[in-house]
């Protein structure tokens, strides 16, 4: 299939163009990696936009039937929703955790959702791109929302939330205790925190881990870019249905907020010129790396300064190695 | 003075050494910065290590009262103090409203505490490097512990957390409120938090606040270097010299349980080696944002993402121009 019959179809909503694409868009391969960006720049060129929704929570949380429940939620009323899956340990696990269709089976049958497992051979570096691509050919394609999960490991919520209108953490009951306390720098992105598996005997407990969010939220300085009394904490139930819809109602009137007042086009520019810069930095440091020579001089500086060296001083000599660009 | 008496003299202890041998470190001149690469290099070669105690706090939490009284605290133990501070705000105000002696005045007068106002003129990027061999020539010139303050603007804190043993957060009575809500982030660097002004009628306020979070802090996941029961919340009073030997005896217990498991050095390693690889990668920014050309088409094209290009087209632009180092 020629790039443009690819884009052509993808713009018309064909999902397994969608597929092809994505698949494009993950390949290392030089040719690929060329078609990927004309079909990116082609997305790009539809100025189509879905709302950008990050979800992260530690294993054991309920990612996927939450996903499931709140996405049926969503195509109920309409909306596409198109779920990508951002997984750095599938790298080494070789498979992906995140993202799998058997654990979301109803909403990946579902005709207005699309559901994308995470690359099997990912790591974090590719990763940005290739999530960001992506997402913009979900939303050449017609979705209403692209969901980005991620598992809570290290950067990958840094990188989604970075790429994202919204960020959500979700959280099962007893979030206080060591098994799933939230690692340090999560709180402080999310702009919705939502409990789940508030139903049954865990009802209780979940509007104790609720209430206990909320009152650390409000601990911490409020950002320009949330509404009054954001971000809160809520308390839902993927298995019984309940707090779906007050989550929906909370995201819309976060998004609806920032976007009256612009807040959401400048963030969506000033995370593309920062995933620009970064590119362009990861450029020239490849090019360093790239050098079987310079990687080694750079490694064996590494290993002087750890051992006592000046920093600066380390510095200042592999500088000296490295000819002006 | 001879570069080599300098540092004799600096070794010896002599202060007014130390404070000539700061002024090199901090000038932009060429060749003061080339003796300063020298007077560096010969205070590593003393392998003198103090402890570095990072503080931070919003303005009106009372960080240089707080920093008097623990200061005395310390020195009355027979420990030499040198306090430091770091303020990005400076370059604009002009002026420092950091380690002013003249709210320190009992501290600035004792014979083992040296305070060093912030560089007026300083901006961020030079700020790390400025400040991490200060700290140096400080540990060279035989002092205990080297507390470096910082006000709580944007990236000074992380620029600290990443040149210190262990990071104090200093928070006044009514912690919740917005006008004193702690930037997100810094929450999850400290080591230790410490409520101030808890005397007379904030006493109670104070514990209030001391209580709200360490709740918030049981809500992280504990890190591989706090021992058991830490990060915590304790409340302190500078006025009435209160909680200050708590406020010690905690340091000491968290920096004795991670210097015996190996993680102090290991960290400083760390600290040292992540110096490096970010001077590198700054060094060869400093080439691309120093060519004007290149500066103007980094510019434009950023500009260009902005408006829509595609980030990873534009990168892929930017570095094609520049050649290989």
Request: cysteine-free; charged content about 15%.
């Given at each position: 299939m020629q790039t443009e019959d690819l884009a052509q179809k993808l713009v018309a909503g064909d999902r397994r163009a969608l597929a092809r694409a994505i698949t494009l868009v993950e390949s290392r391969r030089a040719d690929h990696r060329a078609e990927a960006r004309r079909l990116v720049a082609a997305a790009a060129g539809t100025g189509r936009q879905a709302l950008r929704i990050g979800l992260?929570?530690?294993?054991?949380?309920?990612?996927?039937?939450?996903?499931?429940?709140?996405?049926?939620?969503?195509?109920?009323?309409?909306?596409?929703?198109?779920?990508?899956?951002?997984d750095p340990s599938s790298a080494r696990s070789g498979g992906s955790i995140l993202g799998d269709k058997t654990r979301m089976e109803r909403l990946s049958r579902d005709p207005l959702a699309y559901i994308r497992p995470s690359p099997s051979q990912a790591e974090l570096g590719g990763i940005a791109r290739r999530t960001r691509e992506a997402v913009a050919l979900c939303e050449a394609a017609g979705f209403d929302v692209v969901l980005v999960e991620t598992v809570g490991v290290g950067q990958s919520e840094t990188l989604v939330a970075g790429m994202v209108d919204l960020f959500l953490l979700l959280l099962a009951p007893g979030g206080g205790d060591e098994l799933q306390g939230v690692k340090r720098g999560i709180m402080e992105m999310a702009d919705l925190i939502l409990v789940n598996k508030a139903d049954g005997g865990l009802l209780a407990p979940a509007r104790r881990t609720c209430a206990d969010y909320a009152g650390a939220l409000r601990l911490l300085r409020k950002r320009p870019q949330d509404p009054p009394g954001y971000p809160k904490a809520l308390c839902a139930s993927a298995a019984e249905g309940t707090g779906l819809a007050e989550a929906w109602a909370a995201i819309e009137e976060i998004l609806a907020w920032r976007r009256e007042r612009g807040i959401l086009a400048a963030a969506r520019a000033a995370q593309a010129r920062s995933w620009f810069e970064e590119e362009v930095r990861q450029g020239l440091l490849a090019r360093l790396t790239g050098d079987a020579h310079q990687r080694a001089r750079?490694?064996?500086?590494?290993?002087?300064?750890?051992?006592?060296?000046?920093?600066?001083?380390?510095?200042?000599?592999?500088l000296a190695d490295l000819r002006a660009p």
């Open positions: 992260t929570g530690t294993p054991g949380v309920g990612k996927s039937s939450f996903i499931e429940s709140f996405g049926l939620l969503l195509t109920g009323r309409g909306l596409r929703v198109a779920v990508l899956a951002v750079m490694a064996a500086l590494g290993a002087e300064v750890e051992a006592g060296l000046d920093p600066s001083e380390a510095a200042a000599r592999m």
